[in-house]
């Protein structure tokens, strides 16, 4: 396997899909249809309803352009859904981490590394997430852009340059993990290596620098594990 370079000090993690599962793949696709219904609004295209997640910062006129007259409105009640299904999911157990990310966290964190997120996903439900499971814990520097950032959320660079100015880190001594093109996208732009953790089988129009099945592969890829020597 190839390896990364030596020099890297920090390792920033998407939050959704990447270190938290959401077993519905068309968890956000739902509560999209929910609320243009909500808001009395004709649904678009399944392929225009999944270019909003990667619009970075075209999405209010994507937005517009199917009706929707007020984004803040949109957004609340987009929210409010997304709150509400997430708490049941997760009392369901249903919502969880992959078996895989507390041990690559442990680890990570005992090497002494520098961890952040940068995630789309609005702060009240991302810090749900990393404190009902305890993950919290691990993270150096959190950037949560859903809703109050939207026009700097992923595929923009935004959350990841500014993970990299909190942490004090140049790019090229950082490595994103994330598990979507939006992701990958988003790293490419700022700079920092990618990697892509394939949780569902994808094909993307660019390369990440890369690629594993499984997050302890990424100790692997850093030369942490004693086999790789």
């Known amino acids: 396997m190839e390896r990364l370079n030596s020099s890297v000090k920090a390792i920033l993690f998407d939050l959704d899909g990447t270190l938290i599962n959401l ?17 009395g609004l004709n ?9 909003l997640w990667s619009s970075g910062k075209k999405f209010e006129e994507i937005l517009k352009s199917w009706g929707v007259k007020n984004i803040d409105e949109f957004w609340r009640i ?15 157990g249903v919502i969880r981490p992959f078996d895989d990310v ?16 940068v995630t789309n996903t609005p702060s009240e439900i991302a810090l749900l997430e990393l404190e009902t499971f305890n993950l919290k814990r691990f993270f150096d520097y959190l950037v949560m852009l859903g809703t109050v950032e939207q026009s700097k959320a992923k595929p ?8 990299l100015s909190a942490l004090n880190v ?11 093109f939006e992701d990958i996208l988003a790293g490419k732009r700022a700079g920092v290596y990618t990697v892509l953790v394939k949780r569902k089988d994808l094909k993307l129009p660019i390369d990440p620098d890369f690629e594993i099945d499984n997050l302890l592969l990424l100790l692997e890829l850093l030369n942490l594990t004693q086999n790789s020597h």
């Open 23 to 39: 077993p519905n793949g068309k968890f956000f696709d739902d509560l999209l249809i929910q609320t243009l219904t909500m808001l």
């Open 78 to 92: 987009f929210d409010e859904l997304d709150l509400k299904k997430r708490i049941e999911l997760i009392n369901a």
């Open 102 to 117: 507390k041990p690559t966290l442990v680890e990570l964190k005992a090497r002494g590394f520098k961890l952040g997120i």
């Open 170 to 180: 140049k790019p090229r001594e950082t490595v994103f993990v994330g598990d979507s």
């Open 156 to 163: 923009e660079p935004d959350g990841i340059l500014r993970c």
């Open 43 to 51: 649904i678009p295209s399944e392929e225009e309803r999944f270019s």
